[in-house]
T-cell receptor, first 112, second 115 residues
Framework: DVKVTQSSRYLVKRTGEKVFLECVQD?????MFWYRQDPGLGLRLIYF???????EKGDIPEGYSVSREKKERFSLILESASTNQTSMYLC???????????FGPGTRLTVL | AQSVAQPEDQVNVAEGNPLTVKCTYS??????LFWYVQYPNRGLQFLLK??????LVKGSYGFEAEFNKSQTSFHLKKPSALVSDSALYFC?????????????FGTGTSLTVIP
């Protein structure tokens, strides 16, 4: 079974802090994704990566950056957290970019 | 542009009755279509997908979905609902011919199965 883990289930940060969300997958998947989930808006893609050190912007990249130094690990970085970044963040991975995505449990981030 | 719509925010159904969760999509070419389920405080879990072939796709937990190209729909169905099916359901689409890597998700439908 594919396993995608995220470093924290719940996180509380203050405005202006730098925030790191970590995601690790154990199935040697090429592709990894970061989404945010908000009520009534569904899932929106922030960034994805199709290889180590490769990344592409999704629909809402503003205020975020990502890092993929190793194949199994994909990090989402909030350079200066703001209250409108309070959300559920979901990481996913897939073997092929057209294939089923496997999701982590999510990190619920609250920015005060 | 690709998009997917789930017209119902909330669906209620009695236990034992058939259930349907609706999804319509818009792509310029041929679609890949997926259904995912999310239980409270959990990530999304894959239910089923349509890539090509038989229009009726069977998936996990007794769910199935029918691809209808003329109506651009991919409705999720189950013959007999269980209380444990209560969850948030997401439809997702990708255009096969799209050179980008994005899937587009609907806004989700909350299913409540009433005992």
């Amino acid at each position: 079974d594919v396993k995608v883990t995220q470093s924290s289930r719940y996180l509380v940060k203050r405005t202006g802090e730098k925030v790191f969300l970590e995601c690790v997958q154990d199935m040697d998947h090429e592709n990894m994704f970061w989404y945010r989930q908000d009520p009534g808006l569904g899932l929106r893609l922030i960034y994805f990566s199709y290889d180590v050190k490769m990344k592409e912007k999704g629909d809402i990249p503003e205020g975020y950056s990502v890092s993929r130094e190793k194949k199994e690990r994909f990090s989402l970085i909030l350079e200066s957290a703001s209250t409108n970044q309070t959300s559920m963040y979901l990481c996913a991975s897939s073997l092929y970019y057209t294939d089923t995505q496997y999701f982590g449990p999510g990190t619920r981030l609250t920015v005060l | 542009a690709q998009s997917v719509a789930q017209p119902e925010d909330q669906v209620n159904v009695a236990e034992g009755n058939p259930l349907t969760v609706k999804c319509t999509y818009s792509v310029s070419g041929n679609p890949y279509l997926f259904w995912y389920v999310q239980y409270p405080n959990r990530g999304l879990q894959f239910l089923l997908k349509y890539i090509t072939g038989d229009n009726l796709v069977k998936g996990s937990y007794g769910f199935e979905a029918e691809f209808n190209k003329s109506q651009t729909s991919f409705h999720l169905k189950k013959p007999s609902a269980l209380v444990s099916d209560s969850a948030l359901y997401f439809c997702a689409v990708r255009d096969i011919g799209d050179t980008g890597n994005q899937f587009y998700f609907g806004t989700g439908t909350s299913l409540t199965v009433i005992p």
